[in-house]
């Protein structure tokens, strides 16, 4: 059982170039979350998703993009990178969106 | 607004003291949840706690404890003996029955001086 994987680690990205940050659970829980991690700031969120095919926004979506096309996945897009997405980048998985939520290891973005 | 508040960015104690981080919510719900989380220096993100908005029995887990009062909003966490190893960034959260999102506090640095 892995829990929440996220990948990668690290990356670093050019002004304007896009990505996408990986998050997957095997848990099957519904409730998947992006969250960044900036100092000072604690965490906040920018997507969730309550199950398959359901996304919303949260306190700071924008820039970034998300899909849930399986349980499992839950990926972040970033469709032009800018300097102020450099940040920590943490995905979480619950069964219901009141309940635990179980943390990946973090991904740390640097965008020059 | 801020739905959770800790108003303590750093503390710092010396081995075997003890130590309350507070943690002050906001919500008009009457059925919400609060967590405690813990990041070491590692970086990970390690649940310590949940309860839910009915239950205000206060509870111990080995020198940890927890204190829920509704009345005040609050919800704090004491370390009793600190040890170096309790040294990490401590964040509070909420999380209310409608609206499926999790608030997170900015957190409180806890340094443990051996």
């Known amino acids: 059982n892995a829990g929440v994987t996220q990948t990668p680690k690290f990356q670093v990205l050019k002004t304007g170039q896009s990505m996408t940050l990986q998050c997957a659970q095997d848990m099957n829980h519904e409730y998947m979350s992006w969250y960044r991690q900036d100092p000072g700031m604690g965490l906040r969120l920018i997507h969730y998703?309550?199950?398959?095919?359901?996304?919303d926004q949260g306190e700071v979506p924008n820039g970034y993009n998300v899909s849930r096309s399986t349980t499992e996945d839950f990926p972040l897009r970033l469709l032009s990178a800018a300097p102020s997405q450099t940040s920590v980048y943490f995905c979480a998985s619950s069964p219901d969106g009141g309940d635990t939520q179980y943390f990946g290891p973090g991904t740390r973005l640097t965008v020059l | 607004a801020q739905k959770v508040t800790q108003a303590q960015t750093e503390i710092s104690v010396v081995e075997k003291e003890d130590v309350t981080l507070d943690c002050v919510y906001e919500t008009r719900d009457t059925t919400y949840y609060l967590f405690w989380y813990k990041q070491p220096p590692s970086g990970e993100l390690v649940f310590l706690i949940r309860?839910?908005?009915?239950?205000?029995q206060n509870e111990i887990s080995g020198r940890y404890s927890w204190n829920f009062q509704k009345s005040t909003s609050s919800f704090n966490f004491t370390i009793t003996a600190s040890q170096v190893v309790d040294s990490a960034v401590y964040f509070c959260a909420l999380s209310e029955r409608e609206g499926n999102q999790f608030y997170f506090g900015t957190g409180t640095s806890l340094t443990v001086i051996p």
């Open positions: 998703s309550v199950g398959a095919g359901i996304t």
């Open positions: 309860r839910n908005s009915f239950d205000e």
